[in-house]
DNA sequence: ATAATTTAGGAAACCGGTTCCCTTACTGTA
DNA sequence: TACAGTAAGGGAACCGGTTTCCTAAATTAT
């Protein structure tokens, strides 16, 4: 409070008369002493506030009791909800989160993780955009990288059943009563290429035709572009135009469901539009298979937190269930008054 | 990348024929040395793929080149723009983002600092639900705060203009046609009593009866929670139920939009509902007051460098305007199939 | 009463940087 | 030729912890 400095081990341990390794080993609880020195030690400990430096003994220790958690974009709630999921088992274990936002550049991702592992115990890698060989050269002994939403060999990872997801998403729009669903399909990594072979052989299966269009950009106006190019080439009137889309994320279900309206084409009347997202309020009005972005986050914690700690895993890989969130409410539109 | 230690400075100084205290002033440009060294230095930090540790570097600086940052909920929207424009600006000056989500536990928020301000040389507080007193007893020159959305006297601040925010709002659904918009209040802090005074002037101007409703939560519960506990007072029907609902965010709004569909109560139609929320993209269908979290979080990330140079800045408290945000679609309902 | 063992706690090295101060050699000037 | 002045780089203390090893005292066993 009032002091001028920090205290440090040497203040406590002259306040309590005792020697620094002394105050150590009672503060750590390293070696056990008499209970007079405790009790004097943690008298003193109180007394000054002390708190001892993360820095020195990470320097000490060698581990900092930090992990390193890079995202491919803050503004999507999946990401949200991995950094939910992952400050809340850091902290539970006591351990510090440190938080890079790539912004879906490979570049600046690949400095931020070179910065955050010499901070950090270990990573964990949400939406990386970094080739598989890069990301498997990064994970080694001494900074043991997890991957979020994203398989590959040699390197530990936790993933939802998109698959199965996007298999449940396009039975459920075709019972619905779409004859034409189309699978508007994100960039070329696992995430998406499970989810178009789920959406494929559902259609297969079902014996509808399939039609996979890929999004200019996965933002609202990539899923606006998409529309409009899409309707460019097959009016929304003609009956090849798609009756339900699929979209490769709620972000961009937003920017079709606008473009749908300026169409004057209505959600889900006229073109049922479902996505995949995470569990989150603002997103309860859409119909979406719920990726459990929370439980991704703390489980891909738990697992990295285990290798930190020798305990090797049964399991590299780690599959999370989804499920089916109906819409509570759909889109209409009203004319924009300015 | 094959050697199984990571390397120091010691390797580098012995890699190029130096002593320690030259590897450091080269790297560190703190002193000019001949060119000849320089570079057998620069090709021994490359060849060894040498990197500074940071722990050991704070430890001996003082300072970590690492701010923290604080906040009430990761899943709400406008703290993660929040911690959008921060990350940004921090690793624009090279510092390391530490991120803790509080959960909205004032107990648990307060643990978090500590911890955090042990790890950094400063914090940004966003969301803070710590009593003033508190606030302003954290606040030093060994670990300064800046607040993001709460004015108080010694602390540096940046917010938004809450209650001309709401003014706006106010002025908008009246005009809009609403004749008895009411406000859903928040939590007791700042940014609500802001806005709740801007909201009661601008009723008072226009000559109509304010009415301000506290919300149980604020979530989507709580939004819910409120509307049906409003239409048990005042039917739907009745001439006295609020014709506009200006909702304390857009959370709220969403639970405030599901509770209408299920009074049958159309939104814009029956009831306008606005709110105050951040720029996201999931929220363009809502029509709000657009808080600039984004950049909230960078100028007040800004802030907080600045006092960490010893550059005290001219204003202690900056404002940031908002700008009113039409929803290019409004939500209807249908029913839920199951 | 003495030897053996346990207990309590201190001394010092170490982690990997930074920085102050000092030495040495080289340059230019009187 | 002697001297001051400067440039280049090394030595060593220091940051604040942890940990290994050791000593002295206290306890137990014989």
């Given at each position: 409070m009032s002091s001028t400095r920090k205290a440090t081990i040497s203040d406590v341990a002259r306040a309590a008369g005792v020697s620094r390794s002394t105050v150590s080993k009672v503060m750590n609880g390293t070696q056990k002493l008499s209970d007079a020195t405790e009790n004097r030690i943690w008298a003193a400990v109180r007394q000054l506030g002390y708190q001892a430096s993360p820095h020195a003994r990470s320097l000490s220790t060698?581990?900092?009791?930090a992990i390193g958690l890079v995202i491919?974009?803050?503004?999507n709630p999946h990401f949200t909800g991995i950094v939910k999921g992952a400050g809340r088992v850091a902290r539970e274990h006591g351990y510090a989160l440190l938080l890079a936002d790539a912004e879906e550049d490979p570049a600046q991702e690949e400095e931020l993780i070179r910065t955050l592992q010499a901070h950090t115990d270990g990573l964990l890698l949400a939406g990386?955009?970094?080739p598989d060989d890069k990301l498997r050269a990064l994970h080694g002994p001494l900074t043991p990288i997890v991957t979020v939403g994203r398989v590959l060999s040699e390197v530990p990872s936790v993933v939802a059943t998109e698959a199965q997801a996007a298999r449940e998403l396009t039975r459920l729009v075709v019972q619905s009563g779409a004859q034409r669903p189309a699978y508007l399909a994100g960039p070329s990594f696992w995430v998406n290429s499970q989810r178009t072979q789920g959406y494929l052989s559902t259609m297969m299966e079902l014996g509808l035709t399939p039609a996979v269009i890929s999004l200019p950009g996965v933002d609202l106006q990539g899923g606006a572009v998409a529309v409009h190019s899409l309707a460019s080439h097959t009016?929304?009137?003609?009956?090849?135009?798609?009756?339900a889309l699929i979209c490769y994320n709620d972000i961009v279900a937003t920017g079709v469901i606008g473009a749908l309206g300026q169409l004057?084409?209505?959600?889900?009347?006229d073109v049922q539009v479902v996505a995949f997202g995470p569990e989150n309020p603002l997103l309860s009005h859409i119909t979406h298979a719920e990726i459990p972005s929370q439980q991704l986050g703390a489980e891909g914690t738990n697992l990295l937190l285990q290798t930190l700690n020798g305990e090797?895993?049964?399991?590299?890989h780690l599959e999370f269930p989804t499920a089916l969130a109906l819409g509570t409410t759909s889109l209409s539109y009203i004319s924009r008054t300015s």
């Open positions: 060698g581990r900092s009791r491919l974009d803050i503004l990386s955009r970094l009016p929304p009137q003609s009956p090849e135009f798609p009756d004057n084409l209505k959600a889900p009347d090797l895993p049964p399991l590299l």
